[in-house]
C-alpha cells in the first residue's frame, strides 16, 4: 500500500511543563487510524534511567520510530551522563545524518528536571520559550492553554493536566488517559 493512500495514524498530545523547581511531561493516551480510534490507553510518555540518571521522555508521531530514539538517547545518556542537552544534540545530529534514522517520524520532549527540550528529525534540538512545549496533533491547544495559565498559582502538574483537558475538548485525536512523569529539583 502507498503511503500517500494509507490513512496514517494519529492522536498524541505531548506537554511539557517548567515551574518552580519541577518538571512534568504529560501524554495522552489516544491512538487513532484515519477516524478510528485503536486504543485510548497507550503509554506516551516514559522515564528513562541510563546509569541512575532520571530523563522524562514524552513521544508524538509513530510509537515503532519513537521507541527507536527513545533507545537511541538512552544510549546517547549512558555515553554521556548528566549531560541531557548534550546526548540530545548527539541525537539529533543522527538523526539528521543516517539513513535509516531519516525515515523515522516522531518528536520528543525530553528533560531531566534543569533542561526542557524539544528534539525533532530536523535536527533540532529546541529549548522552548515561557518554560512550555507542546507536540503532537493537540499541542498548539495544549500549549496555548498553559501558556495562559504560567502566570497562576498553578503547580505545574496542574497546569499540564488542565491544559491538556482543553486539549482533549478540542483535538478529537486527543483523549483524557493522561500519563504524567514528574522530576523535581530542589
Known sequence: MEKESFPGWHGTTIIGVKKAGEVVIAGDGQVSLGQTVIKGTARKVRRLSPGGFDVVAGFAGSTADAFTLLERLEAKLEAM??????????????????????????????????????????????????????????????????????????????????????????????????????????
Open 81 to 186: 551522563p548528566g549531560q541531557l542537552a548534550r546526548a540530545s544534540v548527539e541525537l539529533a545530529k543522527d538523526w539528521r545524518t543516517d539513513k535509516y534514522l531519516q525515515k523515522l517520524e516522531a518528536m520528543l520532549i525530553v528533560t531531566d528536571g534543569d533542561e526542557l527540550l524539544v528534539i525533532t528529525g530536523a535536527g533540532d534540538v529546541l529549548e522552548p520559550e515561557h518554560s512550555v512545549a507542546a507536540i503532537g496533533s493537540g499541542g498548539n491547544f495544549a500549549l496555548a492553554a498553559a501558556r495562559g495559565m504560567m502566570e497562576s498559582d498553578l503547580s505545574a502538574e496542574e497546569i499540564a493536566r488542565k491544559s491538556m483537558a482543553i486539549a482533549a475538548d478540542i483535538c478529537v485525536y486527543t483523549n483524557g488517559n493522561l500519563t504524567v512523569e514528574k522530576i523535581s529539583k530542589d
